[in-house]
């Protein structure tokens, strides 16, 4: 019972923002309910219940299943008309809500539109980048590599060029690696297996040899200077085994392409200025609480 609450009550949650946003405009179809005038109708149903994640549909089967959900957007409904009553519609977090809901849709869609739909990779292409890298495709293989993450890619240049020079990758991690985790081991990592670091950074390493220090990498933790420092190969794999994964690679690696060169036409065709002393100024709520930044395992 309390699990069935609990999908309840998260199903509440998933869709009160877009309650609120399409409480106007509901697809047509027979009703099914009416609250006070205002209709819930097949196609409505339908379109929220296919919301549903897999693992909870098995509690929505037959008639009772049906009557259940329905129930609970007959609750959401006497819940958004209540809030309507309330003058709620017209509160500024609400009205802020709505215009980040807004904002984060139209981005969306038009990634989707400019670069997911546009974007595929042929068998063809993944047999091509298989037959050159086919000693690379293991099943596993642990990877050990060492680390340091700052914020800033001019910060890692810096880095690069000292480490180039001859200073210790291990000292300079210690010193000045935001990964408190790793910083205190040198930026030492351990060994990791496939799918246990972010893509960007896992597929830096995978280019690299033992020993090599790589230019900074991206990810959405920050600039990483990483050095691989040795690799236990498991099992070769065949293509079968491994043309899901070169796939997903190849396809992430073109999305990243693709969307560089389109936020970098973006910058070409609209002004971006930047006031760094705004930004200096800005304090972030867990600076100096002793918090951690999270090195790059998922």
Not at 9 to 24: N, P, W
Not at 117 to 140: L, M, R
Not at 147 to 158: G, P
Request: proline residues 2%.
């Amino acid at each position: 019972m309390k699990k069935f609450l609990s999908i309840l009550s998260l199903l509440l949650f998933s869709t009160a923002l877009l309650a609120g946003c399409e409480q106007k405009g509901k697809s047509g179809g027979p009703a099914i309910a009416e609250v006070n005038k205002a209709a819930i109708t097949q196609d409505e149903f339908l379109k929220e219940i296919n919301r549903i994640p897999e693992w909870a549909r098995g509690q929505f089967q037959g008639k009772e299943g049906k009557e259940k959900f329905l129930d609970e957007l007959i609750k959401r409904e006497l819940i958004y008309q209540d809030a309507v009553k309330m003058g709620l519609d017209k509160d500024k977090e609400y009205l802020d809500k709505v215009k980040e809901f807004e904002k984060m849709t139209l981005v969306s869609i038009i990634l989707k539109k400019e670069i997911e739909d546009k974007i595929t990779v042929d068998d063809a292409e993944v047999k091509s980048f298989f037959d050159k890298n086919a000693d690379k495709f293991t099943i596993g293989t642990k990877i050990k590599a060492s680390h340091i993450l700052v914020e800033t890619e001019a910060e890692a240049k810096k880095i690069h060029e000292r480490i180039k020079k001859g200073e210790g990758l291990a000292n300079l991690a210690k010193a000045l690696s935001k990964d408190k985790g790793s910083a205190v081991k040198g930026g030492d990592l351990g060994y990791f297996g496939h799918g246990q670091m972010v893509p960007e950074f896992e597929q830096a390493v995978l280019r690299m040899k033992v020993g090599e220090i790589s230019e900074p990498v991206k990810t959405r933790f920050g600039y990483h200077v990483i050095q691989l420092t040795d690799v236990q190969k498991g099992e070769t794999a065949s293509f079968e085994q491994s043309k899901e994964s070169i796939k997903r690679q190849l396809l992430a690696e073109k999305k990243k392409d693709f969307f560089d060169k389109y936020i970098e036409g973006l910058k070409g065709k609209y002004k971006v200025t930047r006031n760094d002393k705004a930004l200096e100024a800005v304090s972030l709520p867990w600076e100096g609480a002793g918090g951690q930044t999270p090195n790059p395992h998922k």
